[in-house]
């Protein structure tokens, strides 16, 4: 079907390059989260088809990509739930401490998107449909204190074994399967330039930024578990809680709305 267009059309444009760039996972959570510099890749082919007008060329633009992207963000965790021990007491539980959370995810996309030119200028603007087919979620404790406070007595233990507190094995990185969005909603916007390097050919640079406002989520609702969690100390004869380290991408960040931004490269080639 491409190449019949391109035979008939008055203006079409087949594109092909690399594009790379910084990606920044925008995470939602109701803990103090801070995105860290990360970087996503991916392979374009296109298909553009222009109107020429007084003003310029105007046209649509689609195709399809392949990508790949890595970033990850800090997580200042501050957590509370309240357990009872086998005596019926009342411990109120705090959670502090810093983690990271890493997202790695491979994806395919397909723009549809207005475009523009003139004398070399290039814009285009519109949306991206994005689906990731493979996904790794990866998360490292750098620390963490387990405070347990007897609220009849007033009483803080914190750290020691008989009310919780984390092995060191605990502390190291846990991957797990799965983590981004399937499916995915873009805006994007690219502008740059094009140069003629033949009757029929052009070598093509843009810069583009593409925010991802609407994706099919980690999960529904608040999260139902904290990242560290203590189990209930319920055996008189065995009073040593299970302190378990529980999906940062389900228990704290309940979405990302990953931003991307770089430079894309293409050789075109125009059929008339």
């Known amino acids: 079907m491409l190449i019949v267009t391109c035979a008939l059309s008055a203006q079409s444009v087949l594109s092909f390059g690399p594009r790379g760039g910084v990606e920044f996972m925008m995470p939602k959570s109701d803990q103090t989260t801070h995105s860290k510099l990360g970087y996503s890749g991916a392979f374009d082919i296109g298909y553009t088809y222009y109107w020429p007008t007084s003003s310029g060329d105007w046209g ?37 401490g810093d983690a990271n959370a890493m997202l790695q995810r491979a994806y395919a996309e397909i723009p549809l998107m207005t475009a523009f030119r003139t004398n070399g200028f290039v814009l285009q603007l519109g949306l991206k449909g994005q689906y990731a087919f493979w996904s790794r979620a990866t998360q490292t404790i750098k620390s963490a204190s387990i405070d347990a406070y007897y609220v009849p007595f007033d009483v803080h233990v914190t750290d020691e074994l008989i009310t919780g507190v984390l092995s060191p094995d605990q502390k190291q990185e846990m991957v797990l399967s799965g983590g981004a969005p399937t499916f995915s909603l873009l805006t994007s916007m690219r502008i740059g330039y094009e140069f ?7 070598l093509g640079i843009i810069a583009y930024l593409d925010y991802n406002v609407w994706n099919t989520g980690m999960g529904s609702g608040a999260p139902s578990t904290p990242l560290i969690a203590v189990s209930p100390i319920t055996d008189p004869v065995d009073p040593v809680p299970t302190v378990t380290v529980n999906n940062a991408f389900s228990s704290v960040i309940t979405g990302v709305n990953p931003l991307q931004l770089g430079l894309s490269l293409y050789y075109a080639i125009e059929f008339k």
């Open 60 to 96: 649509i633009h689609t195709g399809v990509s392949a990508g790949y992207a890595k970033n990850e963000c800090q997580i200042e965790l501050n957590q509370q739930f309240t357990n009872y021990d086998y005596l019926d007491t009342e411990m109120l539980y705090t959670i502090t």
């Open 196 to 202: 003629e390097v033949g009757k029929v050919s052009r």
